[in-house]
T-cell receptor
Framework: IAGITQAPTSQILAAGRRMTLRCTQD?????MYWYRQDLGLGLRLIHY???????GKGEVPDGYSVSRANTDDFPLTLASAVPSQTSVYFC????????????FGNGTRLTVT | QKEVEQNSGPLSVPEGAIASLNCTYS??????FFWYRQYSGKSPELIMF????GDKEDGRFTAQLNKASQYVSLLIRDSQPSDSATYLC????????????FGKGTSLLVTP
């Protein structure tokens, strides 16, 4: 089934631990994104990548890093998790940044204790 | 960060009525506008996009865009209980070209 796959679906993580959220798309989209969604704050962009090999910072990048080694994969890493990173994380992709809609994965619910 | 404003609701409409959801945005250069539906605990799902001033219809959904007033709306005709969800308005940031800015969403409740 074409689309975006995120893993894990949910995770409870101790503060200070390192965690990588995985995201894979099979739509051959150039652009990929990571958003976090928090109650009352809506969807906020963490990092983005317009094409393989390039990445950029969004609105709330601190504490997160990304890489884009190929077109399909866009992992998000929390180097040392903190409770404020408790959130639902959505990976998304777009065929043409600035014009085309985003397509979202099913999300990862992360709880940092 | 460009502003995308929506009334949080909840907007309650009876089954069969027209639901009207509104969104204003601050970025005058924006050219692409989207409506997403998000059920509780699920991911956002694209339901409409509009690029030109005027109306665009797709089934029971109509998107309306007025760039001069920086206003985009979504009408849902013959509302059904299954339409109960949060509706997110999204606007591409014209300066950065990389950020799709989302409103915080309007919660819609369709009552039988």
């Amino acid at each position: 089934i074409a689309g975006i796959t995120q893993a894990p679906t949910s995770q409870i993580l101790a503060a200070g631990r390192r965690m990588t959220l995985r995201c894979t798309q099979d739509m051959r989209h150039n652009a990929m994104y990571w958003y976090r969604q928090d109650l009352g704050l809506g969807l906020r962009l963490i990092h983005y990548s317009n094409t393989a090999g390039t990445t950029g910072k969004g609105e709330v990048p601190d504490g997160y890093s990304v890489s884009r080694a190929n077109t399909d994969d866009f992992p998000l890493t929390l180097a040392s998790a903190v409770p404020s990173q408790t959130s639902v994380y959505f990976c998304a992709s777009s065929g043409s940044p600035g014009n085309s809609p985003l397509h979202f994965g099913n999300g990862t619910r992360l709880t940092v204790t | 960060q460009k502003e995308v404003e929506q009334n949080s609701g909840p907007l309650s409409v009876p089954e069969g009525a027209i639901a009207s959801l509104n969104c204003t945005y601050s970025d005058r250069g924006s050219q692409s506008f989207f409506w997403y539906r998000q059920y509780s605990g699920k991911s956002p799902e694209l339901i409409m996009f509009i690029y030109s001033n005027g109306d665009k219809e797709d089934g029971r959904f109509t998107a309306q865009l007025n760039k001069a007033s920086q206003y985009v709306s979504l009408l849902i005709r013959d509302s059904q209980p299954s339409d109960s969800a949060t509706y997110l308005c999204a606007v591409w940031d014209s300066n950065s070209g990389y950020a799709l800015n989302f409103g915080k969403g309007t919660s819609l409740l369709v009552t039988p």
